[in-house]
């Protein structure tokens, strides 16, 4: 699989395009998926002047190395105060792929929030396996099948 090397030129500027691109900017809070989603979280959290919020997921590997299940921590941890009980967020991440790990976050998360759109730096649109059509989805730029490595990954 041919690997794309992102540069943190690359991850500002796709930040600051998505942050113009979106034009519903009324949300209450950022929430972004650890570990990728971290810094591209803060980034738009500057850019949107919100409160932060990270939600852990982990993801187990079974004999194999084939990727097991996902488990979604619902316990929201916030930088900043959120004033209403029942929030709109920005639910980001740094990609997807599949499709699975945002699919989780999602029907884990859907009761505590009024409306839930989502950003990634980059989408495998070819690859995703899960229909997102019910959601706004915003994203810098899609990929085909390479694998991506980010500033903040070891390649390996």
């Not at 943190?8 to 796709?14: A, L, N, P």
């Not at 989780?104 to 990634?120: G, P, S």
Request: proline residues 3%.
């Amino acid at each position: 699989m041919p690997k794309r090397r992102i540069s943190w030129k690359e991850i500002e500027s796709g930040s600051r395009l998505l942050y113009k691109k979106i034009p519903n900017k009324d949300y209450d809070g950022i929430v972004c998926i650890a570990t990728g989603g971290l810094i591209f979280g803060k980034l738009l959290s500057d850019l949107f002047n919100l409160p932060l919020g990270i939600v852990s997921v982990s993801r187990y590997k079974k004999k194999g190395g084939k990727i097991g299940e996902c488990q979604v921590n619902t316990n929201i941890h916030w930088n900043k105060k959120i004033s209403r009980k029942k929030p709109s967020i920005l639910l980001v991440d740094d990609i997807i792929d599949e499709g699975i790990t945002m699919q989780k976050v999602i029907c884990a998360l859907k009761k505590k929030f009024t409306r839930i759109d989502i950003a990634v730096l980059f989408y495998k649109k070819v690859r995703t396996k899960i229909d997102f059509s019910k959601y706004r989805i915003y994203y810098y730029k899609s990929v085909g099948d390479e694998w991506v490595i980010f500033p903040w990954e070891i390649d390996k």
